[in-house]
């Protein structure tokens, strides 16, 4: 099993800010990690896969750097849509999600 | 543009098996490059993959899991679907169906259902 850790669990931020979170496999998955975003009652959507590489229609404000174990989703300026829960996922092995980063509003 | 929409029982007895099926619309569930694949979320917890097929019927399921799923694809129908036998408590959680498009160095979940909630309960 690959598990994957997402850190923070939570953070609080302000529109405007640079927000960063991190995600760490369990050994390595190469450049095989995608990002998504949640909102409430809503299906996740995918901002960024195979590490790096931004999904279509995305805003450029979202990206995301690692490969190997190690990997990081930065928001350039948060703003007012993006407050929301963020999940990595592996598919080197399986598939894995991280248990998720939520981002609030300070 | 693709859309997916789940079906099936809300509500599942201890012991049972859980039926839910997701029916494909604006595509077709045998084009190329495309897996299909069901994930859950229990309230208020994160995301758990349970699997995925493909249009040939070509499986992989969460080890985790794999004693008690079964997933389908009805070709004619444009649809597929997934059993999970001998449900808990534990399996109580939002289904949703997604479409996962496969490529070199690129797996991602591009599309997914609106998500159906399935409560075992008796």
């Known amino acids: 099993d690959i598990q994957m850790t997402q850190s923070p669990s939570s953070l609080s931020a302000s529109v405007g800010d640079r927000v960063t979170i991190t995600c760490r496999a369990s050994q390595s998955i190469n450049r095989y990690l995608n990002w998504y975003q949640q909102k409430p009652g809503k299906a996740p959507k995918v901002l960024i896969y195979?590490?790096?590489s931004l999904q279509s229609g995305v805003p450029s404000r979202f990206s995301g750097s690692g490969s190997g174990t190690d990997f990081t989703l930065t928001i350039g300026s948060l703003q007012p849509e993006d407050f929301a829960t963020y999940y990595c996922?592996?598919?080197?092995?399986?598939?894995?999600f991280g248990q998720g980063t939520k981002v609030e509003i300070k | 543009q693709l859309q997916l929409q789940e079906s099936g029982s809300g509500l599942v007895k201890p012991s049972q098996t859980l039926s839910l099926a997701c029916a494909v619309s604006g595509g077709s569930i045998s084009s190329g490059g495309y897996s299909w694949s069901w994930i859950r979320q229990p309230p208020g917890k994160g995301l758990e993959w349970i699997g995925y097929?493909?249009?040939?019927?070509?499986?992989y399921y969460n080890p985790h899991l794999k004693s008690r799923v079964t997933m389908s694809v009805d070709r004619s129908k444009n649809q597929f679907s997934l059993d999970l036998r001998s449900v808990t408590a534990a399996d109580t959680a939002v289904y949703y169906c997604a479409r996962e498009a496969t490529s070199a160095m690129t797996y991602a979940f591009d599309f997914w259902g609106q998500g159906t909630m399935v409560t075992v309960s008796s």
């Open positions: 097929i493909y249009h040939s019927g070509t499986t």
């Open positions: 195979a590490a790096s």
């Open positions: 996922q592996q598919t080197y092995s399986a598939r894995t």
